[in-house]
């Protein structure tokens, strides 16, 4: 069983639809990081939350840490081919050293 | 800026040889760690450190050691390699908690 649940597992969609990844945990973290990895790469960090209810946005990638600090979402607005990817997100408990990471979301935007 | 450099890339055991997989840093981070990850799975920790001379184990560190003599360096070992240790190694640092990891590129090992 993984700390960090990661939904959906796989998602295919057509350029120009939207989508939301989420990430669910019953532990709280202080801190959640969400990473893109693409093929035959290390992940890269895509943003950082620390703050209950806080929502970041990228561009077109908005990024909420719930209230209680337990999960996160990821939401793309008219996704594009070069979003295509494996989405992680990451937890750092209160004082921790390490990073827990979710199990991942493989997404892919056709043309 | 060379980040987190891993060695080799690419490797092929056979069961029961050794190796060892470099990992070095060039950006003066003192937290280091070595994960695993598994075809379409996240990452899972194997070992990690908080600076030289301290070392800790994660989630997975049967099967592997780590040494930690210097900043910049922080070596996997396998001594026994197994086929359940098929997977592609991502080394990471980082600096603060808030601070993003660096990760390298990864060293694909296949044992047959």
């Known amino acids: 069983t993984q700390l960090l649940e990661q939904s959906p597992q796989f998602l295919s969609i057509q350029e120009g639809e939207n989508l939301t990844v989420y990430c669910n945990s019953s532990s709280v973290f202080s801190s959640l990081q969400w990473y893109r990895q693409e093929p035959g790469e290390g992940p890269v960090l895509l943003v950082t939350v620390v703050t209950g209810g806080e929502v970041k946005k990228l561009k077109r990638l908005t990024f909420q840490f719930g209230d209680a600090r337990k999960d996160s979402s990821l939401h793309i607005t008219a996704a594009q081919p070069g979003d295509t990817g494996l989405y992680l997100c990451a937890g750092v408990k209160a004082a921790g050293n390490k990073l827990t990471f979710g199990g991942g979301t493989r997404v892919l935007v056709k043309p | 800026n060379a980040g987190v450099t891993q060695t080799p890339k690419f490797r092929i055991l056979k069961i029961g040889q050794s190796m060892t997989l470099q990992c070095a840093q060039d950006?003066?981070?003192?937290?280091m760690y070595w994960y695993r990850q598994d075809p379409g799975m996240g990452l899972k920790l194997i070992y990690y450190s908080v600076g030289a001379g301290i070392t800790d184990k994660g989630e997975v560190p049967n099967g592997y050691n780590v040494s930690r003599s210097t900043t910049e360096d922080f070596p996997l070992r396998l001594e026994l390699a197994a086929p359940s240790q098929t997977s592609v190694y991502f080394c990471?640092?980082?600096?603060?908690?808030?601070?993003?990891?660096?990760f390298g590129d990864g060293t694909r090992l296949s044992i047959l």
């Open positions: 950006m003066n981070h003192n937290y």
């Open positions: 990471a640092s980082r600096d603060t908690e808030l601070q993003p990891q660096h």
